[in-house]
């Protein structure tokens, strides 16, 4: 009996231990003040329960990614050294005369704004997936295929036949999931595609298992599909039925991608190669020349972010934009859960007199994540920010429009997990003609949807506004 008590003392004397020690390293590490006094007194408190969410999800930084990244030697390096840089003719803006806010974008991700773009708007699965398609049948060289979820339904089949067929004709297949938006896909859709020559990747697949469980709360949400080096697609839609609108529960399905050739492809290229890296220890050799498809087409930036930036790119990015819009911020996103640094800057963007309108679902796919959103319905309103439910069905695009110059298409939501947590990919079009086609594309999603005050939340039961609230406090992770 003494014996046995004795041994519980000491394993709980090193728990606490470990739970000191780890909460050092919190307070070294931690974001914020609030995130890391609540690790701290958890982790010494009670460090039995703290210890393995730590673990998932106390790590702030992708530090293996940043290593391979930043190194100075080996072949990543040296590819990064010749495509971030852009040539004179490529880039679209001048340093001495375009916008201070623009060039600031650019040095967050380290890539220019080039011109010579094209880009065509790809309203829901309906008009992305058949673009997809007929371009990975044109593939002559390789294609690139990166998605957060792949399900092995209608679409997911159609996807894997696709590519097996460009696999049959010689062409070089690389296809790299994330294992927890895959986590339904029987393993055997992959193991097929690999059958037929394809390299197939999760995201973490090489790791140990100790850093493969401890990054679960990173996520690769990126949705990239590149063909030959010339053609890309991006966008909010990964593959399965539902973004069809054939799930019966969750219905019509609202959602935009986009298809561009230029020379930005080459920025969307280089987001695959450098998690490919991360995955597989493989620098892949690919085509890197600039195709100018159109000496007037449209300046674009390709916007990769995510846990392994030395800076909270995505976030600052788009408070960036926020800040320098003058007349017009619209935010199309399914998940509206911005933090302070976000709230404030359209809070503020509202009292100055710009139209701030968001745009969020009236149909959720994730409850918790929507009732968290409603829960900044009163702050929003009260300083005149105009929010929508769109009520036809699920709203899952991810389009913003600053201005009459600025719009935004890409795979990143308004909330913590996109803006600190998940590795995203955004794609800025500074054009008007393209500004004016997602302008109008928005003004149907309006009026096909209903603007709603803090009363949308007042008139609910008192067990409904308690789950606002009690969502909320999960806004750090949702």
Not at 5 to 19: C, E, P, Q
Not at 130 to 148: C, D, M
Not at 192 to 216: D, Y
Request: charged share 20%; glycine share 8%; proline share 4%.
């Amino acid at each position: 009996m003494i014996g046995s008590i004795s041994v519980t003392a000491a394993v709980l004397g090193l728990l606490h231990l470990t739970g000191l020690v780890v909460a050092m390293r919190a307070l070294m590490y931690g974001r914020t003040a609030e995130g890391t006094v609540a690790w701290m007194i958890s982790l010494v408190l009670v460090p039995y329960a703290a210890l393995p969410l730590y673990a998932v999800f106390g790590h702030g930084k992708f530090r293996g990614y940043v290593r391979a990244r930043r190194s100075h030697v080996g072949r990543l390096n040296s590819l990064m050294r010749t495509v971030r840089p852009a040539r004179d003719s490529e880039r679209a803006l001048d340093a001495a005369t375009a916008p201070s806010d623009l060039l600031a974008l650019e040095r967050l991700v380290e890539l220019p704004f080039t011109r010579g773009n094209r880009a065509a708007l790809l309203v829901n699965g309906e008009q992305a997936f058949p673009s997809i398609f007929a371009g990975i049948a044109e593939a002559r060289r390789y294609v690139l295929v990166q998605y957060y979820s792949i399900h092995a339904d209608g679409v997911g089949l159609a996807l894997k036949e696709a590519l097996r067929e460009r696999a049959r004709a010689g062409v070089a297949v690389h296809v790299l999931y994330d294992e927890i938006g895959c986590e339904d896909t029987p393993r055997d859709f992959f193991a097929e595609l690999r059958s037929q020559g394809i390299a197939v990747s999760a995201f973490n697949e090489s790791k140990n298992w100790i850093t493969r469980h401890s990054r679960i709360n990173y996520r690769n949400h990126r949705k990239i599909v590149v063909v030959d080096g010339h053609t890309a697609w991006v966008g909010g839609l990964n593959v399965g039925d539902e973004y069809l609108g054939r799930d019966p529960v969750l219905g019509p399905w609202r959602d935009t991608h986009v298809q561009v050739t230029g020379p930005c492809v080459r920025g969307c290229q280089l987001s695959f190669v450098e998690d490919w890296y991360w995955a597989t220890g493989q620098a892949l050799d690919l085509d890197w020349r600039a195709y100018q498809v159109d000496p007037d087409g449209l300046p674009v930036l390709v916007l990769p972010t995510g846990p392994a930036d030395l800076l909270e790119t995505c976030g600052l990015a788009f408070g960036q934009m926020i800040a320098a819009a003058r007349h017009r911020i619209w935010i199309a996103t399914p998940y509206f859960v911005p933090d302070r640094h976000i709230q404030a800057a359209l809070q503020l963007a509202a009292v100055r007199g710009i139209d701030v309108r968001v745009l969020i679902p009236g149909r959720p796919d994730h409850r918790t994540t929507w009732l968290a959103s409603l829960s900044y319905l009163p702050d929003m309103t009260e300083a005149g920010v105009k929010v929508y439910v769109y009520e036809p069905g699920v709203l899952h695009q991810k389009v913003c429009l600053f201005d009459d110059q600025l719009a935004t298409v890409g795979t990143a939501n308004f909330d913590n997990r996109s803006f600190c947590l998940n590795f995203e990919i955004t794609l800025a079009f500074y054009d008007g003609r393209f500004t004016d086609e997602v302008a109008e594309m928005l003004r149907r999603d309006f009026r096909a949807s209903r603007e709603i005050g803090a009363d949308f939340l007042t008139s609910r039961s008192l067990a409904f506004r308690v789950a606002v609230q009690g969502a909320r406090l999960l806004a750090p992770v949702l």
